[in-house]
């Protein structure tokens, strides 16, 4: 790698990333149902029908996994906590096996050094709050926040920083406008109640994690810089239209109370009836701001139904999602984050990576390719700090091959190679480049 630690501030963390059903193994330890449960188990859904009852063991395996977090030697872990893990109906009685297993997580952590930094929640909802309509019945928000004090209450005294909901356009829009996610629903009317009450539910939760007397709590937005296919009026408009409801609609809300009228064009007449009255708990103010960035997307104008575009595919290098790898996209929105919504609050980068097929060869994965994103997406990092913006933290996706959702065990977006037969860990190229860029 090119970069390496002394390029950057003094304090500047770095660290990795996970999610609970992605690796934990769903199976195990008392955890209740989810959607993506059903979800996976109804055909058609996920390649080749896979699910998360294994994923990668790391309800058994984690001591061993913080080990290679504290080898490579980042400074600190991002991973999420599961809510049917601690409350298998969603409410009423934690699940004592859940509850404990996190508590052993955040000890193993602060055993090697290594700074805890919890999501509340990445995309599995409880089934039995699934049956009455999830995130789009208006009392999720309240579910939620109960859960929040529920796990918080067991390890929120250790923890460096706390997340509420990971990613609000993918628990929205990916899962019930686009029908790709669990509950793998295509209607816009629960859609638009999903985009306003995920924000809802992130600013009752921490409106109840203050009350606790936590603190360093934040929100974690996902984006994709948009740019039109033509310099026509049409597809310029279609850019502002997909920028409005991917990447400002809920950095809107929760930092100026409002939504862009480019999302409100489509939505408005789907919203919950009195949707405005809810800024003042969805503007609840936050510590810090999370970016999760990958990528960008180029739009074209159609005249189908609104958002009335499609996606066009760019002429850049891909990654093995199809994604476009474009690292300027990752230093215009931390400026434009900075400018627009947040000025002094710090940011963080809470996601960046790419998925390989990385294969094994002679017991070693030489991903190369993954070396060169992260050292061409840190340095889009230091030219925002280099033009003041606060950034505090940078952070991969993924410490380890992980079950990718609707694409199964097949997308590969670790550091850390994963056999999903005898579930064998392997450090790839890249984790030993990064060990050796965080030691210089």
């Given at each position: 790698m090119q970069v390496k630690r002394s390029d950057f501030p003094d304090g500047f963390l770095f660290g990795t990333a996970t999610s609970s059903y992605q690796i934990e193994g769903h199976g195990f330890g008392g955890a209740g149902q989810t959607h993506w449960d059903t979800f996976a188990a109804t055909p058609g859904n996920v390649v080749r029908a896979e699910h998360g009852l294994r994923a990668c063991d790391h309800y058994h395996r984690f001591e061993a996994d913080l080990d290679l977090v504290k080898a490579a030697g980042f400074d600190c872990y991002r991973f999420s906590t599961s809510w049917a893990r601690v409350l298998p109906e969603g409410r009423g009685t934690p699940?004592?096996?859940?509850?404990?297993?996190?508590?052993?997580?955040?000890?193993?952590?602060l055993e090697r050094g290594i700074k805890p930094c919890v999501t509340l929640y990445h995309w599995e909802m409880p089934s039995a709050l699934a049956d009455r309509g999830g995130w789009t019945n208006p009392d999720v928000a309240q579910w939620f926040a109960d859960f929040a004090q529920v796990i918080m209450g067991r390890i929120g005294d250790r923890m460096h920083s706390?997340?509420?909901?990971?990613?609000?356009?993918?628990?929205?829009?990916?899962?019930?406008?686009?029908?790709?996610?669990?509950?793998?629903?295509?209607?816009?009317?629960?859609?638009?109640?999903?985009?306003h009450h995920v924000l809802k539910a992130h600013g009752t939760a921490t409106q109840a994690m203050r009350a606790m007397g936590l603190g360093n709590l934040?929100?974690?937005f996902n984006m994709e810089w948009a740019k039109a296919a033509t310099d026509s009026a049409a597809d310029e408009a279609a850019r502002a239209r997909f920028d409005g409801y991917y990447n400002r609609f809920y950095l809107s809300g929760v930092f100026k109370g409002e939504y862009p009228a480019e999302g409100l064009e489509g939505l408005e007449p789907h919203l919950p009836q009195g949707w405005q009255d809810d800024f003042a708990t969805i503007t609840t103010p936050v510590d810090w701001c999370g970016i999760n960035y990958y990528t960008r997307r180029i739009v074209e104008a159609t005249d189908g139904a609104?958002?009335?575009?499609?996606?066009?595919?760019?002429p850049l290098p891909k990654t093995f999602m199809d994604w476009e790898i474009y690292p300027e996209g990752l230093y215009q929105f931390l400026t434009r984050t900075a400018r627009e919504y947040t000025g002094d609050t710090p940011i963080l980068v809470t996601e960046n990576g790419m998925a390989a097929p990385d294969a094994m060869t002679n017991g070693a994965v030489e991903d190369t390719h993954r070396i060169n994103y992260i050292d061409d997406h840190l340095r889009s990092v230091q030219r925002a700090i280099a033009d003041g913006v606060p950034v505090q933290g940078y952070m991969l996706w993924s410490l380890l091959d992980n079950?990718?959702?609707?694409?199964?065990?097949?997308?590969?977006?670790?550091?850390?190679?994963?056999?999903?037969?005898?579930?064998?860990?392997?450090?790839?190229?890249?984790?030993?480049?990064?060990?050796?860029?965080?030691?210089?």
């Open positions: 699940n004592a096996e859940g509850l404990d297993f996190y508590d052993r997580l955040t000890d193993a952590m706390i997340a509420t909901i990971n990613e609000p356009w993918c628990v929205a829009w990916l899962s019930h406008f686009e029908g790709i996610h669990a509950p793998g629903l295509r209607d816009i009317r629960a859609t638009a109640r999903a985009m934040g929100a974690v609104w958002p009335s575009l499609r996606d066009v595919e760019g079950y990718e959702w609707a694409l199964g065990y097949e997308k590969r977006f670790g550091l850390v190679h994963v056999d999903f037969d005898t579930l064998d860990r392997t450090p790839k190229a890249s984790y030993h480049a990064l060990a050796k860029a965080l030691r210089t």
